[in-house]
């Protein structure tokens, strides 16, 4: 079975500061990784993906992800957030040769203070 | 490339009155997804397609609940009769299980309000 935590249901940042959004899996297989961005009113927006080869991991609007295989975790960071990164963040986790399912955590609500 | 495209957007309904909901998939992607998402949570999945089969809909409840993909592309997800307790919004999302893409793209949703 797998599961996907997410530790902070809510994050508020002060603009220009650095941000981690920690997400926690549990599975007995091997997983690609999957963190998301959700906008007010909006569909999930692939921020970046963990499939293989180097566990540091770089996405779209300046976000990175390091995958730690002994921890099973998969934070993500950002060195300067900006106010347009006030959103919802998920964690997600699709099992490795185990049919096309993909795992949610509950979001992680990232507040940008200006 | 279109993404994948839901209709409608929103839709406010009477509790007991049926509702339908729509899905174009992105072009040549085979695997189709229904989630269900509540207020501060994570989507759930209500059903999943492999071309127009029906692999896991283990968490669709099957007497109000209903789906069809015709033909293998765009998919229908059918509420009859809506509760209160529906109102969340209907994600679809489709992925590729060719190459590697391994990841799913989403559609805007449906928010759905039932009174």
């Known amino acids: 079975a797998q599961s996907v935590t997410q530790l902070d249901s809510q994050v508020p940042v002060f603009e220009e500061a650095p941000v981690e959004l920690r997400c926690n899996y549990s599975?007995?297989?091997?997983?690609?990784l999957f963190w998301y961005v959700q906008y007010p009113n909006q569909g999930l927006q692939l921020l970046l993906k963990?499939?293989?080869?180097?566990?540091l991991v770089k996405g779209i609007n300046g976000f990175e992800a390091e995958f730690n295989k002994s921890q099973t975790s998969f934070h993500l960071r950002k060195p300067s957030v900006h106010i347009s990164d006030t959103a919802e963040y998920f964690c997600?986790?699709?099992?490795?040769?185990?049919?096309?399912?993909?795992?949610f955590g509950t979001g992680t609500s990232l507040t940008v203070i200006p | 490339e279109a993404g994948v495209v839901q209709s409608p957007r929103y839709k406010i309904i009477e509790k007991k009155q049926p509702v339908a909901f729509w899905c174009n998939p992105i072009?040549?992607?085979?695997?189709l997804y229904w989630y269900l998402q509540n207020l501060g949570q994570g989507p759930e999945l209500l059903i999943r397609?492999?071309?127009?089969?029906?692999?896991?809909d283990s968490q669709l409840p099957k007497d109000r609940f209903s789906a069809e993909r015709l033909k293998g592309v765009d998919s229908t997800l059918k509420i009859q009769p809506a509760e209160l307790g529906d109102s969340a919004v209907y994600l679809c999302?489709?992925?590729?299980?060719?190459?590697?893409?391994?990841?799913?793209?989403f559609g805007p949703g449906t928010r759905l309000t039932v009174l």
């Open positions: 997600a986790v699709r099992p490795i040769n185990t049919g096309n399912q993909f795992y």
């Open positions: 963990y499939l293989s080869g180097s566990t």
């Open positions: 599975s007995s297989v091997s997983v690609y």
């Open positions: 999302a489709s992925s590729s299980t060719s190459g590697r893409t391994d990841t799913q793209y």
């Open positions: 072009s040549g992607h085979n695997t």
């Open positions: 397609y492999e071309n127009e089969e029906a692999v896991d």
